[in-house]
């Protein structure tokens, strides 16, 4: 497991985890966290969150994974003269294009691929992009709303109008499928959404599936509304792997508490997209004009023809001056995204944190069936914490106590994956 956590400039907090779960062999699973490195850097790319699930047999996902973990935030860094978007959008075009170069050079990497989501904050807002799907949540005033729309086929065929939940292939597809990702092909399309203007105590949550498809979108509204960022992250990485843990599991958490990262709409210039678009170029019949009105007025000077001379090179000048006009004329300008408007149709997904004491209840019972699954097959709690948290934690939920409540499931939850790790240790050396 690997885990790491800081903040930035008194107004970001952020919280990285990525575990390997308990049925692969290993992690093909990576994050990246690239903050500013001052309010420069700040106010030119922002700070960068990533989350990225590797697909592929023996390490080719994990190298694919890790190449877009590596690859984009370089990348991305390397087009400032480009507006974020436009970045963002070749950084993501050149990663995957890196990733499918290495897929094809060698057989054992062949189709590799990976998912892609990403969260860049701006002084503009919060801008995101993904590819799969791993996916983005914001949290804001106990509601809960997915960002990212997956690119997997139960959802392109929901979009599609091809299936609902009451449809008889509802629970049959693989909800794993995904339609789009990084590496396979040569060409790829992100999707953006945004910028999202950036509220204190706004809170984003990048993972992959290994995360979202063990944890309800009410269980993560629940969990986020109520614990401090690193229990938050610990009992979600906790309670996915007591579940099953049938996938790695990674998880980013970044919160706005404060000025810069929190948007201000009166201090921010607006994104522009597409005024740094290549101009025209000058056909080459204007250059030949343009090259022998300047050679002949040399000429004309070299036989003493003053006159001809003057009338070549002001042809000339005025030759030049009408190719500068007219470029200028036909200079992009770009498209200028207003305040309040944004790229994309996110939502995609609401979850409101409203009855706290009813949510805890639930995953109360759950993580109790869990325990005697737990105790059924032979794992140990001579101590009876486990037993003795789960009790605390139904008796303050019982007294309308959900956050209280909440925290004795988090030890818990703490305690049942800490055992199992314990009896995967007693097994293996026996």
């Known amino acids: 497991m690997a885990q790491e956590a800081g903040q930035w400039n008194n107004c970001l907090e952020y919280v990285a985890v990525t575990d390997i779960g308990r049925r692969r062999a290993n992690n093909q699973d990576q994050y990246a966290v690239v903050l500013a490195s001052g309010m420069d850097d700040w106010a030119s790319v922002g700070h960068m969150f990533l989350v990225a699930d590797g697909m592929g047999a023996h390490a080719a996902g994990e190298l694919a994974s890790k190449l877009a973990a590596e690859n984009l935030p370089h990348l991305y860094r390397k087009h400032t003269s480009d507006s974020s978007p436009e970045a963002l959008y070749r950084a993501i075009v050149e990663t995957n294009e890196e990733v499918h170069r290495r897929g094809q050079a060698n057989i054992e990497f062949n189709s590799m691929g990976t998912t892609l989501s990403t969260l860049v904050l701006l002084p503009q807002g919060a801008l995101v992009a993904n590819v799969g799907d791993s996916r983005v949540y914001r949290l804001r005033n106990r509601r809960l709303e997915q960002l990212t729309f997956d690119h997997s086929l139960v959802w392109e065929m929901r979009a599609a109008g091809q299936l609902d939940d009451e449809h008889v292939l509802a629970d049959a597809i693989p909800k794993n499928v995904i339609t789009r990702s990084i590496g396979p092909y040569p060409h790829v399309q992100p999707d953006f959404e945004g910028p999202f203007a950036v509220e204190k105590d706004d809170l984003f949550l990048l993972c992959s599936d290994g995360l979202s498809g063990l944890v309800s979108d009410d269980e993560f509204s629940a969990i986020l509304s109520t614990l401090p960022l690193r229990a938050a992250a610990s009992l979600l990485q906790n309670l996915a792997n007591i579940r099953g843990g049938t996938d790695n599991i990674t998880l980013v958490l970044a919160k706005a508490t404060g000025l810069p990262v929190v948007t201000n709409r009166d201090e921010f210039e607006p994104i522009t997209i597409g005024a740094n678009i290549s101009q025209p170029p000058i056909p080459l019949p204007t250059w030949v004009a343009l090259g022998i009105a300047v050679l002949g007025g040399f000429g004309a000077l070299i036989v003493q023809q003053p006159i001809l001379a003057a009338i070549l090179f002001i042809a000339a000048f005025l030759g030049a001056t009408g190719v500068a006009l007219w470029?200028?004329?036909?200079?992009?300008?770009?498209?200028?995204?207003?305040?309040?408007?944004?790229?994309?149709?996110?939502?995609?997904?609401?979850?409101?944190?409203?009855?706290?004491?009813?949510?805890?209840?639930?995953?109360?019972?759950?993580?109790?069936?869990?325990?005697?699954?737990?105790?059924?097959?032979?794992?140990?709690?001579?101590?009876?914490?486990g037993r003795m948290y789960i009790s605390k934690a139904t008796q303050l939920a019982k007294e309308g106590e959900g956050a209280e409540a909440l925290e004795q499931l988090r030890r818990a939850v703490d305690f049942l994956n800490t055992e199992w790790q314990e009896n995967k240790t007693r097994g293996a050396g026996n």
């Open 327 to 385: 470029r200028l004329k036909n200079r992009s300008r770009g498209v200028t995204i207003p305040q309040g408007q944004r790229m994309g149709k996110a939502p995609y997904a609401v979850a409101d944190c409203e009855d706290l004491v009813a949510d805890v209840q639930a995953m109360i019972s759950d993580v109790f069936r869990v325990s005697q699954e737990a105790a059924a097959n032979g794992w140990h709690d001579p101590d009876g914490d």
